[in-house]
């Protein structure tokens, strides 16, 4: 994807599902064109790297535990705890990559982008350095995006942004925390009518 117009961007952003949660980001305008896939590679910080890794590596060693028949279930559990604890120790270090100064919290997140309410107002097209840090030890993306559109919102601007430059992996597990994220959702509105039903 290089430069693209604001309708490619309004169509871009309709590619994925959104689900409305709040998650950390950090936003940071960049000056000058969107930067290139070798480029972003090459500013993707070590612990976003590594956390990609070791999520996909989790994944596929638990795919081939399915062969092993009846002893997979414990050591399923066995490896599933093991990287419990990766995964706390890898959501620490990515925590020190969030900076209070470029934090805000998202109104919405999805594969095709995020939105947020900013102090002030941004250009649309607007190149920015974008970094999600997901719930539940879901993992850390970092990409490049730009801005779709900025409208005021009582005394903010909801700035609604477009992943421009993301690897698949990583626009991959946005998908998959959002997906996570709308599943709870649901859950907890089908256990709040029960109990009013109940009640």
């Known amino acids: 994807m290089s430069e693209l117009t604001l309708e490619q961007l309004a169509d871009a952003y309709q590619d994925y ?105 941004m250009d649309t097209l607007q190149v920015v350095e974008i970094k999600l840090f997901l719930d539940n030890n879901d993992g850390a993306v970092f990409c490049y995006g730009q801005v779709l559109s900025c409208q005021p919102q009582q005394d903010k601007w909801q700035v609604t942004l477009v992943f421009s430059r993301i690897r698949e992996e990583d626009r991959e597990l946005i998908v998959r925390a959002s997906l996570h994220q709308q599943s709870r959702l649901l859950k907890q509105h089908a256990q709040r009518r029960q109990q009013q039903t109940q009640g």
């Open 17 to 121: 599902f959104s689900v409305e949660h709040s998650i950390s980001l950090n936003i940071r305008p960049i000056p000058g064109p969107l930067p290139d896939e070798a480029a972003l590679l090459n500013a993707i910080p070590p612990p976003f790297l590594l956390a990609s890794e070791a999520n996909s590596l989790n994944s596929s060693a638990l795919r081939s535990l399915n062969r092993l028949g009846e002893l997979a279930e414990e050591l399923a559990n066995y490896l599933q705890q093991q990287a419990r604890k990766i995964d706390l120790l890898l959501h620490y270090v990515l925590r020190q990559q969030d900076n209070d100064a470029h934090r805000y919290t998202s109104l919405s997140y999805g594969g095709s982008g995020c939105s947020y309410l900013a102090d002030s107002p």
